[in-house]
Protein backbone atom coordinates (compact mmCIF):
# COMPACT_ATOMS: atom_id res chain seq x y z
CA UNK A 1 0.00 0.00 0.00
CA UNK A 2 1.28 3.56 -0.99
CA UNK A 3 2.57 5.98 1.99
CA UNK A 4 0.33 8.32 0.74
CA UNK A 5 -2.93 6.15 1.64
CA UNK A 6 -1.57 5.03 4.52
CA UNK A 7 -1.20 8.36 6.19
CA UNK A 8 -4.50 9.31 4.89
CA UNK A 9 -6.53 6.08 6.48
CA UNK A 10 -4.18 7.27 9.78
CA UNK A 11 -5.37 10.54 9.45
CA UNK A 12 -9.53 9.41 8.81
CA UNK A 13 -8.88 7.09 12.34
CA UNK A 14 -7.27 10.17 14.49
CA UNK A 15 -10.34 12.50 13.04
CA UNK A 16 -12.66 9.35 13.71
CA UNK A 17 -11.60 9.25 17.48
CA UNK A 18 -11.09 13.30 17.93
CA UNK A 19 -15.22 13.29 17.07
CA UNK A 20 -15.72 10.37 19.29
CA UNK A 21 -13.81 12.19 22.34
CA UNK A 22 -15.70 15.37 21.77
CA UNK A 23 -18.93 14.10 21.54
CA UNK A 24 -18.13 11.94 25.11
CA UNK A 25 -17.40 14.84 26.68
CA UNK A 26 -20.46 16.87 25.37
CA UNK A 27 -22.55 14.10 26.55
CA UNK A 28 -20.61 13.86 29.87
CA UNK A 29 -20.63 18.01 30.46
CA UNK A 30 -24.46 17.48 30.06
CA UNK A 31 -24.99 14.85 32.04
CA UNK A 32 -23.69 16.08 34.69
CA UNK A 33 -25.09 19.42 34.56
CA UNK A 34 -28.10 17.27 34.65
CA UNK A 35 -27.29 15.68 37.73
CA UNK A 36 -25.73 19.02 39.78
CA UNK A 37 -29.07 20.43 38.59
CA UNK A 38 -31.07 17.33 40.14
CA UNK A 39 -29.53 17.85 43.52
CA UNK A 40 -30.76 21.43 43.85
CA UNK A 41 -33.87 22.43 45.65
CA UNK A 42 -35.10 25.94 45.69
CA UNK A 43 -34.79 27.11 49.58
CA UNK A 44 -38.24 27.91 51.04
CA UNK A 45 -39.59 31.03 52.95
CA UNK A 46 -39.37 29.94 56.36
CA UNK A 47 -39.50 33.10 58.14
CA UNK A 48 -42.74 33.35 60.36
CA UNK A 49 -43.31 29.87 60.21
CA UNK A 50 -42.92 27.75 63.44
CA UNK A 51 -40.16 25.81 64.17
CA UNK A 52 -41.77 22.00 63.42
CA UNK A 53 -43.61 23.77 60.28
CA UNK A 54 -40.57 24.89 59.20
CA UNK A 55 -38.63 21.98 59.99
CA UNK A 56 -41.10 20.28 58.07
CA UNK A 57 -41.14 21.96 55.32
CA UNK A 58 -37.16 21.85 54.21
CA UNK A 59 -37.53 18.12 55.30
CA UNK A 60 -40.01 17.93 52.34
CA UNK A 61 -36.77 19.37 49.84
CA UNK A 62 -34.07 17.25 51.63
CA UNK A 63 -32.92 20.62 53.53
CA UNK A 64 -31.63 20.40 57.19
CA UNK A 65 -32.60 22.87 59.56
CA UNK A 66 -29.39 24.51 62.08
CA UNK A 67 -31.11 26.41 64.68
CA UNK A 68 -28.75 29.27 66.30
CA UNK A 69 -28.25 29.11 70.26
CA UNK A 70 -28.95 32.36 70.30
CA UNK A 71 -32.59 34.08 70.09
CA UNK A 72 -33.86 37.71 69.46
CA UNK A 73 -36.62 39.35 70.86
CA UNK A 74 -39.05 40.70 68.19
CA UNK A 75 -41.99 42.40 68.72
CA UNK A 76 -43.50 41.27 65.10
CA UNK A 77 -42.88 37.69 65.45
CA UNK A 78 -44.08 34.97 68.17
CA UNK A 79 -41.80 33.00 70.19
CA UNK A 80 -40.43 29.96 69.01
CA UNK A 81 -41.17 31.09 65.38
CA UNK A 82 -38.06 31.99 62.42
CA UNK A 83 -36.83 35.04 62.56
CA UNK A 84 -34.21 35.06 59.77
CA UNK A 85 -32.59 32.70 57.64
CA UNK A 86 -29.54 31.65 55.82
CA UNK A 87 -29.69 30.86 52.34
CA UNK A 88 -32.52 33.28 52.28
CA UNK A 89 -35.90 32.29 50.21
CA UNK A 90 -35.71 31.70 46.15
CA UNK A 91 -31.76 30.38 46.09
CA UNK A 92 -30.42 27.32 45.06
CA UNK A 93 -29.00 25.07 47.63
CA UNK A 94 -28.24 21.33 47.33
CA UNK A 95 -30.13 18.48 48.81
CA UNK A 96 -28.56 17.64 52.33
CA UNK A 97 -27.22 21.53 52.96
CA UNK A 98 -28.41 22.86 55.81
CA UNK A 99 -30.62 26.12 56.52
CA UNK A 100 -29.51 28.23 59.09
CA UNK A 101 -32.48 29.85 60.97
CA UNK A 102 -33.03 32.42 64.11
CA UNK A 103 -35.77 31.34 65.84
CA UNK A 104 -37.55 34.82 68.04
CA UNK A 105 -37.80 35.05 71.40
CA UNK A 106 -41.58 36.74 71.25
CA UNK A 107 -41.75 40.68 72.39
CA UNK A 108 -38.87 42.00 75.06
CA UNK A 109 -40.41 42.33 77.81
CA UNK A 110 -39.14 45.43 80.80
CA UNK A 111 -40.22 48.16 83.14
CA UNK A 112 -41.90 50.66 81.92
CA UNK A 113 -39.58 53.83 81.91
CA UNK A 114 -41.18 57.17 82.98
CA UNK A 115 -41.99 59.69 79.80
CA UNK A 116 -43.98 61.96 81.42
CA UNK A 117 -42.85 65.71 80.13
CA UNK A 118 -39.84 64.20 77.63
CA UNK A 119 -40.28 64.80 74.02
CA UNK A 120 -41.51 62.42 71.91
CA UNK A 121 -38.33 62.59 70.10
CA UNK A 122 -36.64 61.79 73.44
CA UNK A 123 -39.59 59.15 74.51
CA UNK A 124 -38.96 57.31 71.56
CA UNK A 125 -35.12 56.77 71.95
CA UNK A 126 -35.60 55.97 75.59
CA UNK A 127 -38.14 53.08 74.49
CA UNK A 128 -35.61 52.01 71.72
CA UNK A 129 -32.69 51.88 74.03
CA UNK A 130 -34.80 49.82 76.77
CA UNK A 131 -35.93 47.13 73.99
CA UNK A 132 -39.46 48.35 73.96
CA UNK A 133 -41.69 49.33 71.31
CA UNK A 134 -43.95 52.45 71.14
CA UNK A 135 -47.71 51.93 69.96
CA UNK A 136 -50.40 54.49 69.36
CA UNK A 137 -49.48 58.22 69.57
CA UNK A 138 -52.35 59.81 70.79
CA UNK A 139 -52.46 63.71 70.29
CA UNK A 140 -54.10 67.06 72.13
CA UNK A 141 -54.01 70.38 71.99
CA UNK A 142 -53.41 72.29 74.91
CA UNK A 143 -52.44 75.35 76.75
CA UNK A 144 -51.26 73.48 79.50
CA UNK A 145 -48.15 71.53 78.28
CA UNK A 146 -45.49 72.78 75.60
CA UNK A 147 -45.72 71.58 72.54
CA UNK A 148 -44.78 67.98 71.97
CA UNK A 149 -44.70 66.89 75.11
CA UNK A 150 -45.56 63.82 76.56
CA UNK A 151 -48.70 64.26 79.23
CA UNK A 152 -49.54 60.33 79.89
CA UNK A 153 -47.92 57.37 78.99
CA UNK A 154 -49.82 53.44 78.89
CA UNK A 155 -48.64 51.61 81.04
CA UNK A 156 -47.68 53.88 83.95
CA UNK A 157 -43.99 53.37 84.85
CA UNK A 158 -42.49 50.64 86.36
CA UNK A 159 -45.30 48.35 84.73
CA UNK A 160 -43.90 45.24 82.68
CA UNK A 161 -44.70 45.61 79.36
CA UNK A 162 -43.42 45.08 75.57
CA UNK A 163 -45.11 48.01 74.14
CA UNK A 164 -45.99 51.65 75.48
CA UNK A 165 -48.85 54.15 74.03
CA UNK A 166 -48.00 57.43 74.48
CA UNK A 167 -50.06 60.90 74.61
CA UNK A 168 -48.34 63.89 73.21
CA UNK A 169 -49.65 67.71 73.53
CA UNK A 170 -49.23 69.48 70.05
CA UNK A 171 -49.93 73.10 71.87
CA UNK A 172 -52.83 75.39 71.43
CA UNK A 173 -54.54 75.96 68.42
CA UNK A 174 -54.05 78.41 66.88
CA UNK A 175 -56.63 81.06 65.29
CA UNK A 176 -57.87 80.54 61.79
CA UNK A 177 -58.72 83.47 59.61
CA UNK A 178 -60.03 83.80 56.19
CA UNK A 179 -57.94 85.97 53.98
CA UNK A 180 -59.83 88.93 53.03
CA UNK A 181 -59.83 90.58 49.60
CA UNK A 182 -57.77 93.87 49.85
CA UNK A 183 -57.94 94.61 46.48
CA UNK A 184 -58.50 98.50 45.87
CA UNK A 185 -58.02 99.44 49.96
CA UNK A 186 -55.64 102.10 51.02
CA UNK A 187 -52.42 99.62 51.39
CA UNK A 188 -51.22 101.28 54.45
CA UNK A 189 -54.82 101.27 56.26
CA UNK A 190 -55.09 97.81 55.14
CA UNK A 191 -51.74 96.84 56.45
CA UNK A 192 -52.12 97.95 59.83
CA UNK A 193 -55.45 96.36 60.35
CA UNK A 194 -53.40 93.12 59.58
CA UNK A 195 -50.38 94.02 62.03
CA UNK A 196 -53.14 94.50 65.21
CA UNK A 197 -54.18 90.80 64.28
CA UNK A 198 -50.69 89.34 64.69
CA UNK A 199 -50.13 88.89 60.54
CA UNK A 200 -46.47 90.13 59.23
CA UNK A 201 -47.53 92.45 56.70
CA UNK A 202 -45.10 94.14 53.92
CA UNK A 203 -45.84 96.38 51.55
CA UNK A 204 -43.44 94.48 48.52
CA UNK A 205 -43.41 96.67 45.22
CA UNK A 206 -44.82 99.63 43.88
CA UNK A 207 -46.50 100.09 40.61
CA UNK A 208 -47.65 102.45 38.18
CA UNK A 209 -51.54 101.35 37.32
CA UNK A 210 -53.55 103.97 35.09
CA UNK A 211 -56.78 105.12 36.65
CA UNK A 212 -55.93 103.75 40.00
CA UNK A 213 -55.03 106.26 42.92
CA UNK A 214 -51.86 106.20 44.47
CA UNK A 215 -51.20 103.48 47.32
CA UNK A 216 -54.23 101.26 46.28
CA UNK A 217 -53.34 97.70 47.37
CA UNK A 218 -53.80 95.90 43.59
CA UNK A 219 -51.66 92.53 44.08
CA UNK A 220 -51.94 90.42 46.92
CA UNK A 221 -50.14 87.03 48.68
CA UNK A 222 -51.58 85.28 49.64
CA UNK A 223 -55.37 85.90 47.57
CA UNK A 224 -58.32 86.40 49.27
CA UNK A 225 -60.19 83.29 50.68
CA UNK A 226 -57.03 81.65 51.86
CA UNK A 227 -56.70 80.17 55.02
CA UNK A 228 -54.33 82.10 57.17
CA UNK A 229 -52.80 82.33 60.92
CA UNK A 230 -52.00 84.81 62.76
CA UNK A 231 -47.79 85.47 62.14
CA UNK A 232 -48.01 84.51 58.48
CA UNK A 233 -46.49 86.70 55.78
CA UNK A 234 -49.05 88.64 53.57
CA UNK A 235 -47.46 90.88 50.79
CA UNK A 236 -49.25 93.58 49.42
CA UNK A 237 -48.48 95.90 46.27
CA UNK A 238 -49.55 99.28 45.60
CA UNK A 239 -50.21 101.36 42.82
CA UNK A 240 -48.07 104.90 42.47
Do not use: C
Not at 46 to 61: F, I, N
Not at 222 to 230: I, N, T
Amino acid sequence: MPIGTRVWDFGKVLLLAGTLAATFLVFAGLAMRVAVRARQVTVPNLVGQPLADATALASQLDLQLRIDPVQRPDPKVPAGHVLMQEPTSGSAARRQRSVRVILSAGAHVALAPSLLGETQRSAEIRVAQDGLSIGAITEIRSALYPPDVVVAQDPPPSAQTAQIRLLVNRGEDRATYVMPDLIGLNGERAADVMRTRGFRVSITAQSTASAVPPGVVVRQAPAGGYQVHPGDPIALEVSR
